[in-house]
């Protein structure tokens, strides 16, 4: 009985992340992520409703939780949902406009694994 509770647990893919500001934890929908920001130790989670919540973990730890989850690191700042891109200009190297107007940047070497992730997630 407790393998096939803990096959079932495993099998669960979480739609919230923890985040902790303080004294206050806050129980985020993944699909209310709009990017990350990188800010040496700290990451800057931009919110869909507007929110910023500032957060004292790198943003390579949250990469790593966001693995697989639709999230793409675009450059060594960014971390974005794929679900919140609004436009992909290719002028000037390329950069990304999400949802809430944010213009965020991709690195050159970047592109092609990009539009791969982006255009894979659109056709579905």
């Known amino acids: 009985l407790f393998g096939k509770i803990k096959k079932n647990i495993e099998t669960v893919t979480p739609t919230k992340i923890a985040l902790t500001v303080l004294n206050e934890v806050s129980f985020i929908d993944l699909c209310e992520i709009v990017y990350l920001k990188a800010d040496n130790v700290y990451t800057e989670f931009y919110l869909a409703n507007k929110d910023m ?10 990469e790593k939780m966001l693995s697989g989850k639709d999230f793409f690191r675009t450059h060594r700042s960014y971390l974005i949902n794929l ?10 190297g390329g950069f990304i406009v999400m949802t809430n107007g944010h213009i965020v940047n991709l690195a050159r070497e970047r592109k092609e694994e990009f539009l791969k992730a982006w255009q894979g997630l659109t056709l579905q």
């Open 53 to 62: 919540r500032v957060i004292s973990r790198p943003i390579k730890e949250y």
């Open 83 to 92: 679900n919140q891109v609004k436009t992909f200009s290719k002028t000037e």
